[in-house]
């Protein structure tokens, strides 16, 4: 495999009465520029693609419906925009076709703090989110790193660092409100904790990444802030006993609501980028939740666990900004890992596989990547078996890419035999459509093809996304 595979056709362009009712209608905020729809047209992947042909910047549910519409009207593709921070191409225009930007869309329309709900809007982010909750006693959980808008974390399934006691967005979406490929809106759940009415449509659009609809509201669970938060760090000799460590924790039932695995690469990394003077070695960064009494009994049996496996330089942080420092270390490791080796591109992966099968995964990826010579970090939520690996490629060598893509398809062939999956937070966009295949069989994409066409017939939305055609 020499390079990512993704379709190739050249878009037709846009119907120039189509153009014009769009422009007529959003005025400034329908921009043909080019520095606009470059913009629009690149992710955090390593796909080269042709940018939108426009993008509009909708500012409410009315006009997401007015622009799908006009766009299925002239079948022409509608490519659903958040915040842009996608890894697997999710966002790019491979058809061509109109960028929709909710960014705008950004207000919370209801808190819910005695039933633990709140509803918004889908360009809301997660530290915004949570900066309005703070006031109320509450938090939204959902931590996949990048400061992602809440519906393109919905249409991903994301999930990060709080995974292993929170769940992810497919537990915390309780309803939400898209609109479908004809410009309908259609409702799905309600605030009520459970339903057994009809199929559950909301858990199909979790997870569609804008095949099936563009999402514009969605009500979610919050929960509240915890008595008591404390953070530690602890440093091991290999990271098969940093992966044992949190294996064990959770197989013994310690309620951790965090376990981060950063390996040495990316503690040197992020040594560099925050200044934090870490030792460099494979490290978990761990964090617990509950009364001040639970927490401490949490803790010291999960440092009785890591000294069994030989980790040690055990440091807490229990004020805010101790914690801040730690996990800003933590969620800058992507950039902080770039600039390792500067000018280059990252091949970015992520397979999730049975806890029990973690530290055999992790360990027989590594000795792959050190085989072929290529610069690597990894950093992963082991707490529920999840972990992200990181080639480091120059843009200039096929060949360095051409390597990044065989580790990353050997990465994802054992993690399924190992009964996993071939992601468990990044999605499949262009990049994992033959995994899924792998992993599901003929007959279950074909099912998923068959959904996609009763609720997409003309296949404008995100076209060429989970499975090409």
């Known amino acids: 495999m020499n390079a990512p595979a993704f379709p190739t056709a050249v878009a037709a362009p846009l119907p120039a009465d189509l153009l014009a009712a769009l422009q007529a209608a959003f005025g400034a905020r329908c921009s043909t520029a080019r520095a606009v729809c470059e913009q629009h047209g690149r992710d955090e992947s390593v796909f080269d693609v042709p940018p939108p042909q426009a993008v509009v910047f909708a500012e409410s549910e009315a006009e997401v419906a007015q622009v799908v519409a006009a766009c299925a009207a002239h079948r022409v593709p509608v490519i659903p925009y958040g915040a842009g921070s996608s890894l697997e191409g999710h966002l790019l225009a491979v058809q061509g076709g109109v960028s929709l930007d909710v960014s705008r869309m950004n207000r919370i329309l209801r808190i819910d703090a005695q039933d633990l709900t709140v ?8 530290k915004a989110l949570n900066e309005a909750l703070r006031h109320e006693g509450l938090f939204f959980p959902i931590d996949p790193g990048a400061d992602a808008s809440l519906g393109g974390m919905a249409a991903t399934r994301a999930s990060g660092t709080n995974a292993v006691r929170y769940g992810t967005m497919r537990e915390n979406v309780l309803g939400l409100r898209f609109v479908a490929a004809s410009g309908e809106l259609i409702r799905t759940g309600s605030r009520a904790k459970k339903s057994s009415a009809g199929y559950d ?3 199909l659009l979790v997870g569609s990444e804008g095949t099936l609809g563009v999402i514009t509201e969605l009500t979610v669970k919050v929960h509240p802030l915890p008595e008591a938060v404390s953070a530690a760090i602890c440093f091991f000799p290999s990271i098969d006993a940093a992966v044992q460590t949190a294996m064990q924790v959770i197989q013994i039932g ?8 950063l390996d040495t690469n990316a503690i040197r990394a992020v040594n560099a980028h925050d200044r934090l003077g870490l030792k460099e070695a494979p490290m978990l960064l761990m964090e617990f939740h509950g009364s001040e009494a639970g927490v401490a009994e949490q803790a010291a049996t999960v440092q009785d666990v890591a000294a069994d496996h030989g980790g040690d330089a055990f440091e807490w942080a229990t004020t805010p900004e101790a914690r801040t420092r730690l996990w800003a270390a933590r969620h800058h490791a992507y950039f902080a890992g770039l600039q390792m080796r500067p000018g280059c591109r990252a091949v970015t992966t992520d397979t999730c596989v049975p806890i029990s099968r973690l530290a055999e995964n992790i360990n027989a990826s590594i000795a ?3 085989a072929a010579g290529l610069p690597y970090f990894i950093v992963g939520h082991v707490g529920d078996g999840n972990f992200h690996m990181a080639y480091l490629l ?14 990353s398809a050997q990465m994802v062939a054992r993690a399924l035999a190992l009964e996993g999956t071939c992601t468990g937070e990044h999605g499949i966009g262009l990049h994992k459509q033959r995994f899924l295949l792998d992993e599901t069989g003929a007959p ?4 998923m093809r068959a959904l996609k066409l009763a609720m997409d017939p003309m296949g404008i939305l995100n076209p060429g996304k989970v499975f090409s055609g």
Not at 119 to 126: K, S
Not at 254 to 261: F, Q, T
Not at 394 to 404: F, N, Q, S, V
């Open 444 to 447: 279950a994409v074909a099912l």
């Open 394 to 407: 120059d843009p200039a060598r096929p060949d360095e890419l051409a390597t990044a893509e065989r580790l």
């Open 201 to 203: 449509l909301t858990r």
């Open 368 to 370: 792959e990547v050190e």
């Open 119 to 126: 509803t918004v809007q889908p360009g809301v982010t997660r």
């Open 254 to 261: 310690v309620p951790i609501a965090r376990c981060e695995l």
